[in-house]
């Protein structure tokens, strides 16, 4: 049996301003290079690039995923948002992502970040969307790191009654002690809970050489 191919599901691009300096038309050359039958722009609480991408997509043969890596408002602590990743499953899904993003844009934020709440997500539905518990910057991740099994057993259970069928915990690898442990602990909590799981790896530049460069636009935004 040949190995499924591989899907990047976290392409942060330009229109994600603070931590994104691909250019969509490369992004989409480079996936077509590579074989990947289809590509997610997920930019930053946003879908400014949404209609360039899916253009560019369809034209190279590349199959648009549509999403957003959006900030999950904080009751404990305010200033440490949490992260979630939301991709769109039918059109019905697009259109409560666009509420969701609008509404946060709307309510009152803290430093300037779009928050969606819990509230948000209850009230505008989500049997459109899918949801990645958003790795080490998620709550499930945040309890685990901490070593609070039972918490992140909690929290993730909440997210899949939310998100009935349709809530993915999600490991991020870079070879880092730390991180290999927030795997493992990751894999054995999905195994425990019956929960599907699945691995990402955030794209914010696209080459070695584009580091510096992606590093000072991180140093501007902050």
């Given at each position: 049996m040949s190995e499924p191919p591989f899907i990047h599901l976290r392409l942060h691009s330009e229109y994600s301003i603070s931590d994104g300096i691909v250019r969509l038309g490369?992004?989409?050359?480079?996936?077509?290079?590579?074989?990947?039958?289809?590509l997610a722009l997920t930019?930053?609480?946003?879908?400014?690039?949404?209609?360039?991408?899916?253009?560019?997509?369809?034209?190279?043969?590349v199959k648009p995923l549509l999403g957003s890596d959006v900030f999950i408002a904080n009751d404990n602590d305010p200033d440490r948002p949490y992260r979630l990743l939301l991709l769109c499953r039918s059109h019905r899904g697009?259109?409560?992502l666009c509420e969701l993003l609008s509404r946060a844009y709307l309510a009152p934020r803290v430093h300037g970040r779009a928050e969606i709440t819990r509230r948000m997500l209850r009230e505008v539905g989500v049997d459109g969307l899918l949801a990645l518990s958003g790795a080490g910057a998620g709550d499930v991740g945040e309890a685990l790191a901490q070593g609070n099994r039972q918490q992140a057993g909690r929290r993730a259970e909440e997210w899949a009654r939310l998100f009935p069928d349709a809530f993915y915990l999600e490991v991020q690898r870079y070879g880092q002690p730390r991180q290999e442990q927030m795997v493992a602990a990751t894999a054995d909590l999905a195994a425990d809970l019956a929960l599907p799981l699945v691995a990402t790896h955030p794209i914010q530049f696209l080459d070695r050489d584009?580091?510096?460069?992606?590093?000072?636009?991180?140093c501007i935004a902050e």
């Open positions: 490369d992004a989409v050359a480079r996936a077509a290079a590579d074989g990947m039958p289809a930019d930053l609480a946003n879908l400014f690039g949404l209609v360039k991408f899916y253009s560019a997509a369809r034209y190279k043969g697009y259109l409560q584009d580091f510096k460069a992606h590093e000072a636009r991180v």
